[in-house]
Antibody, heavy 118, light 109 residues
Framework: EVQLVESGGGLIQPGGSLRLSCAAS????????MSWVRQAPGKGLEWVSV???????YYADSVKGRFTISRDNSKNTLYLQMNSLRAEDTAVYYC????????????WGQGTLVTVSS | SYVLTQPPSVSVAPGQTARITCGGN??????VHWYQQKPGQAPVLVVY???DRPSGIPERFSGSNSGNTATLTISRVEAGDEADYYC????????????FGGGTKLTVL
């Protein structure tokens, strides 16, 4: 059974840093495209970042230069390093597995809340 | 950047048919995916590649895509279908971006 479990969210001051983790089971992270999607309170879904199986990474303009996606193959875990956090980064962050052929998000984690506030 | 436009809300009586649209420039040339999200829960894929259903999704959920509009159709709507619905496409050409529509709140009257 495929499972994705996020962790690492919390309250952080503007300008601070946080690292989110997404532990996967039932499949191999490094063989798949993996992504982060966020949802601000009361708002819609926003794609944040993706890492391809080959290691290429891409980011939404809103986080480019501040966020870094990575993975640890030995732990079968996806990460999102978030630096220079802003109030507008406040959201629930979901990790999701991406189908490499159609770009659909076929499995989602339960999400972890990041609150950026002083 | 590519933009997907959804109506903010759709209302339908139980047993009737709900249609949720997703507009985009020449969206008919792209694969469109639809997600259902209930309050406090993660999104769930309900239709992919315009009209296919993942296992476990009722046949009441169907999709179509042509021209500048994709449509999610929910037949024989039930109270449990009340949720937010999002369309999504993948722009793999140059920017490697994933795009979501703004979401539609389906209310079952």
């Amino acid at each position: 059974e495929v499972q994705l479990v996020e962790s690492g969210g919390g309250l952080i001051q503007p300008g601070g840093s946080l690292r989110l983790s997404c532990a996967a089971s039932g499949f191999t992270v490094s063989s798949n495209y993996m992504s982060w999607v966020r949802q601000a309170p009361g708002k819609g879904l926003e794609w944040v970042s993706v890492i391809y199986s080959g290691g290429s990474t891409y980011y939404a303009d809103s986080v480019k230069g501040r966020f870094t996606i990575s993975r640890d193959n030995s732990k079968n875990t996806l990460y999102l390093q978030m630096n220079s956090l802003r109030a507008e980064d406040t959201a629930v962050y979901y990790c999701a597995r991406v189908d490499r052929y159609s770009g659909r998000f076929d499995y989602w984690g339960q999400g972890t809340l990041v609150t950026v506030s002083s | 950047s590519y933009v997907l436009t959804q109506p903010p809300s759709v209302s339908v009586a139980p047993g009737q048919t709900a249609r949720i649209t997703c507009g985009g420039n020449n969206i008919g040339s792209k694969s469109v995916h639809w997600y259902q999200q209930k309050p406090g829960q993660a999104p769930v894929l309900v239709v992919y590649d315009d009209s296919d259903r993942p296992s476990g999704i009722p046949e009441r959920f169907s999709g179509s895509n042509s021209g500048n509009t994709a449509t999610l159709t929910i037949s024989r709507v039930e109270a449990g279908d009340e949720a937010d619905y999002y369309c999504q496409v993948w722009d793999s050409s140059s920017d490697h971006r994933w795009v979501f529509g703004g979401g539609t709140k389906l209310t079952v009257l």
